[in-house]
């Protein structure tokens, strides 16, 4: 097999196409949840926190000087970063959690067995046979 259709038989595999097309739509999902976080949360959170800009928290480890800009420890987007993941990871458990409920509906209890064992031959006759139908009539 040629490395070309070995690659096109993996690549066309319906767990890689599904793997793809959710970190497509995580992607997508991750950018609405930035917005969520640095748009709609996180300014209602600096008003109550004193006026707080999280995003422009920062710790200047060196000053910059001419043409050089300054080296800084950038805490307060961290916590944006931190507040957008634990955004992500509710979203995702709850999802699970769904699609876990709906797999359990389906699971249906296994059917009653409708056959057993005839003790004398072991040939299989109905569960509320007296006897099996074979020849010897056991």
Not at 55 to 63: D, R, Y
Not at 75 to 87: A, E, K, P, Q, S
Not at 105 to 114: H, R, V
């Amino acid at each position: 097999m040629s490395l070309y259709k070995e690659f096109k038989t993996f690549a066309m595999r319906g767990n890689v196409v599904d793997l793809a097309v959710g970190f497509i739509m995580g992607a997508a999902f991750g950018k609405i949840v930035t917005s969520l976080v640095n748009d709609v949360i996180m300014p209602p959170v600096g008003v109550l926190l004193g006026g707080v800009d999280f995003s422009g928290l920062m710790l200047t480890i060196k000053s910059g000087a001419e043409g050089t800009k300054a080296v800084t420890l950038n805490y307060g987007v961290f916590i944006n970063t931190v507040i957008d993941f634990l955004i992500v990871a509710s979203a995702v458990f709850l999802l699970v959690r769904v699609v876990n409920a709906l797999k359990r509906k389906e699971e249906a209890a296994p059917a009653a067995p409708t056959q057993r064992d005839c003790p004398e031959c072991l040939m299989p006759i109905p569960i509320n046979a007296k006897r099996c139908g074979t020849v010897r009539q056991c």
